[in-house]
């Protein structure tokens, strides 16, 4: 219930369209037992040929309703749908507002495909609730109140025999659903994220699993994942037939019923024989705000079990929390860390363990040591991804606690080994840096980054499309996009995060002249496990298992003859044998 109640608070923005809906809703349906109800009334009127003057009032009804229900229906419908979706617009805008702060570091611990099927499928799963359940609940209490009035008219005992019909039929069929799907739409949920989730995978990785001859297991598992949701489906579909069966036997008894209390009370002129038939038709057109409730019912396990999903989501605590009264941005010139530790969780082992240092303004600093030794741990504590454990860093001499989070990315430009490119333009990507940039900006920056050439050889220039993740571009050129995009952003700290890994030589040193570029008057914190131009660093700091063990310039630490020496020596041997 707490699901339900949470879910519904969003309708409150809406509820005066929802009010709209539901009584346009009850109209649709009055006009509809009016219409049978008149009909059958006038055919028998006109059977005892009265005078004509006596039927112009039922023959208008009969007409006024026809077009009342037509009317009213479109209306409903129209308006249901449009809040509907204006609602799953604002509920998915919602989640993902409060998702964004938890990004990377909760983030992380979910997929990337599971995170898009509750931002889109769960999501779209809730306007069953909103949609079906909702506003035909109350249109069937009205109706369902409306008809034993009618019936009261004529006797108490038929009024509360249909309302008997009507109440165990709007309750007890969609009860009975609900306990049968109760468990199979939970499950059935968790399998499309589970199958949508293996789809995208596959996709993204169709290389790997053709290069090493998976493609035949990787369809088995697609194929147990859908037979296994099939089976569900068919499932639901047969207790779909089994509503459907039942509401129908429950209108034709509720039928006879009536008409098998009414007949005798017709002989004994207790009720005129001319409304028999208007009761008849009477029961069945209110069954048809009864109908949709065991729909209602059947897809309420989809829609709390979407909704689960969603909260659990939305619910977990951000990582990172902005201050209440955060300082002025910063200039950004000024980056220190002062003896941070750092693990990824409670339990888990410190990654970083007191680290200190600073990087004053237009300094160069180096971060070197083997993989693994948190370089890129500590660029993300940079970026306020993350708090230490322990310690505090600080940007321009203040605790970075206090100040917005987006006020200290502001101030960052990154340029990290795995630079993410959108599926758009070269211009959109490098327009990420700064959208307001102008033409002559974005030219500059191109030239800067050493990527003018490339870029006027494409087909069509900046406005040809990289693809996926940039999977038409190669490793050096999507760097090169992503120092323009630095270039563009033209902040005055930069953080280098193992920007030439997996690159061929040639294309490093090129991608090395660009950098040098890009660091020009600019605060550096440069991590790499590759020393090639060391030389140019004003310091460097060897990380070891999360620790710094030395720290000099280039030729200081050469000469010290401890890990950085065997660093390099390694490193200039398998050039050497290269």
Same mark, same amino acid.
């Given at each position: 219930?707490?699901?339900?109640?949470?879910?519904?608070?969003?309708?409150?923005?809406?509820?005066?369209?929802?009010?709209?809906?539901?009584?346009?809703?009850?109209?649709?349906?009055?006009?509809?037992?009016?219409?049978?109800?008149?009909?059958?009334?006038?055919?028998?009127?006109?059977?005892?040929?009265?005078?004509?003057?006596?039927?112009?009032?039922?023959?208008?009804?009969?007409?006024?309703?026809?077009?009342?229900?037509?009317?009213s229906r479109y209306g409903e419908r129209l308006l249901s749908h449009n809040v509907t979706f204006r609602l799953l617009a604002r509920l998915r805008a919602?989640?993902?507002?409060?998702?964004?702060?938890?990004?990377?570091?909760?983030?992380?611990?979910?997929?990337?495909?599971?995170?898009?099927?509750?931002?889109?499928?769960?999501?779209?799963?809730?306007?069953?609730?909103?949609?079906?359940?909702?506003?035909?609940?109350?249109?069937?209490?009205?109706?369902?109140?409306?008809?034993?009035?009618?019936?009261?008219?004529?006797?108490?005992?038929?009024?509360?025999?249909?309302?008997?019909?009507?109440?165990?039929?709007?309750?007890?069929?969609?009860?009975?659903?609900?306990?049968?799907?109760?468990?199979?739409?939970?499950?059935?949920?968790?399998?499309?994220?589970?199958?949508?989730?293996?789809?995208?995978?596959?996709?993204?990785?169709?290389?790997?699993?053709?290069?090493?001859?998976? &493609?035949?297991? !990787?369809?088995?598992? $697609?194929?147990?994942?859908?037979?296994?949701?099939? +089976?569900?489906?068919? #499932?639901? *579909? %047969?207790?779909?037939?089994?509503?459907?069966?039942?509401?129908?036997?429950?209108?034709?008894?509720?039928?006879?019923?009536?008409?098998?209390?009414?007949?005798?009370?017709?002989?004994?002129?207790?009720?005129?024989?001319?409304?028999?038939?208007?009761?008849?038709?009477?029961?069945?057109?209110?069954?048809?705000?009864?109908?949709?409730?065991?729909?209602?019912?059947?897809?309420?396990?989809?829609?709390?079990?979407?909704?689960?999903?969603?909260?659990?989501?939305?619910?977990?605590?951000?990582?990172?929390?902005?201050?209440?009264?955060?300082?002025?941005?910063?200039?950004?010139?000024?980056?220190?860390?002062?003896?941070?530790?750092?693990?990824?969780?409670?339990?888990?082992?410190?990654?970083?363990?007191?680290?200190?240092?600073?990087? &004053?303004?237009? !300094?160069?600093?180096? $971060?070197?040591?083997?993989?693994?030794?948190?370089? +890129?741990?500590?660029? #993300?504590? *940079? %970026?306020?991804?993350?708090?230490?454990?322990?310690?505090?860093?600080?940007?321009?001499?203040?605790?970075?606690?206090?100040?917005?989070?987006?006020?200290?990315?502001?101030?960052?430009?990154?340029?990290?080994?795995?630079?993410?490119?959108?599926?758009?333009?070269?211009?959109?990507?490098?327009?990420?840096?700064?959208?307001?940039?102008?033409?002559?900006?974005?030219?500059?920056?191109?030239?800067?980054?050493?990527?003018?050439?490339?870029?006027?050889?494409?087909?069509?220039?900046?406005?040809?499309?990289?693809?996926?993740?940039?999977?038409?571009?190669?490793?050096?050129?999507?760097?090169?996009?992503?120092i323009a995009r630095a270039l563009l952003k033209n902040a005055p700290l930069l953080i280098l995060d193992e920007v030439t890994a997996n690159l061929d030589?040639?294309?490093e040193q090129e991608l090395l002249q660009a950098l040098t570029r890009l660091m020009g008057g600019r605060t550096t914190l440069m991590m790499t496990h590759?020393?090639?131009?060391?030389?140019?660093?004003?310091?460097?700091?060897?990380?070891?298992?999360?620790?710094?063990?030395?720290?000099?310039?280039?030729?200081?630490?050469?000469?010290?003859?401890?890990?950085?020496?065997?660093?390099?020596?390694?490193?200039?041997?398998?050039?050497?044998?290269?």
């Amino acid at each position: 219930m707490k699901t339900v109640r949470r879910l519904l608070t969003f309708l409150l923005a809406f509820r005066w369209l929802i009010i709209l809906a539901i009584l346009l809703g009850c109209i649709m349906v009055v006009s509809n037992m009016l219409l049978l109800g008149m009909a059958a009334y006038l055919i028998a009127e006109a059977a005892l040929m009265p005078l004509m003057v006596m039927l112009v009032l039922p023959s208008a009804i009969v007409r006024l309703m026809s077009l009342s229900r037509s009317a009213s229906r479109y209306g409903e419908r129209l308006l249901s749908h449009n809040v509907t979706f204006r609602l799953l617009a604002r509920l998915r805008a919602d989640v993902y507002s409060r998702l964004e702060p938890l990004a990377p570091a909760h983030v992380l611990t979910y997929g990337s495909s599971d995170i898009l099927t509750r931002l889109s499928a769960d999501i779209e799963e809730l306007q069953n609730l909103y949609l079906r359940a909702v506003a035909p609940i109350l249109v069937a209490l009205i109706i369902s109140l409306l008809t034993f009035y009618a019936f009261a008219i004529f006797s108490p005992l038929l009024a509360w025999v249909a309302f008997a019909f009507l109440m165990v039929t709007g309750l007890g069929i969609p009860l009975l659903v609900g306990l049968l799907t109760r468990t199979i739409g939970k499950r059935q949920l968790a399998l499309r994220a589970e199958l949508r989730t293996l789809i995208v995978d596959d996709i993204q990785g169709v290389q790997d699993i053709l290069a090493y001859g998976q &493609a035949g297991r !990787q369809q088995d598992r $697609l194929a147990e994942l859908d037979a296994q949701l099939a +089976s569900l489906q068919r #499932r639901m *579909a %047969l207790i779909a037939g089994l509503r459907q069966a039942l509401t129908t036997l429950m209108s034709k008894v509720a039928l006879w019923s009536l008409l098998a209390l009414a007949i005798p009370l017709v002989t004994t002129k207790a009720i005129n024989g001319v409304y028999l038939g208007c009761l008849a038709l009477l029961i069945l057109a209110s069954f048809e705000a009864i109908q949709p409730l065991g729909q209602a019912f059947q897809s309420l396990g989809h829609s709390l079990a979407a909704g689960k999903r969603l909260f659990e989501l939305v619910d977990a605590q951000p990582t990172i929390t902005a201050p209440a009264e955060p300082l002025p941005a910063p200039e950004g010139r000024l980056l220190s860390f002062e003896h941070v530790s750092f693990a990824y969780g409670p339990g888990e082992a410190e990654i970083l363990h007191d680290i200190t240092l600073s990087i &004053a303004s237009g !300094q160069r600093i180096a $971060l070197v040591g083997p993989s693994g030794t948190g370089k +890129s741990t500590l660029a #993300r504590l *940079a %970026l306020r991804f993350w708090d230490p454990t322990e310690g505090t860093v600080r940007i321009d001499g203040q605790d970075m606690r206090q100040y917005q989070p987006e006020d200290i990315r502001a101030c960052i430009s990154m340029v990290d080994q795995d630079t993410y490119l959108f599926n758009d333009t070269v211009r959109g990507n490098i327009l990420l840096g700064n959208p307001n940039a102008s033409s002559q900006e974005i030219e500059q920056a191109l030239e800067t980054a050493q990527l003018g050439t490339f870029v006027r050889q494409l087909p069509q220039g900046l406005d040809t499309w990289v693809g996926e993740q940039g999977l038409r571009l190669s490793g050096g050129e999507r760097q090169r996009v992503a120092i323009a995009r630095a270039l563009l952003k033209n902040a005055p700290l930069l953080i280098l995060d193992e920007v030439t890994a997996n690159l061929d030589s040639q294309t490093e040193q090129e991608l090395l002249q660009a950098l040098t570029r890009l660091m020009g008057g600019r605060t550096t914190l440069m991590m790499t496990h590759r020393l090639i131009n060391m030389e140019e660093m004003d310091e460097i700091i060897v990380l070891d298992q999360g620790r710094i063990r030395e720290r000099g310039t280039h030729t200081h630490l050469l000469m010290q003859d401890g890990l950085y020496r065997r660093l390099f020596d390694i490193q200039n041997g398998m050039l050497t044998f290269g």
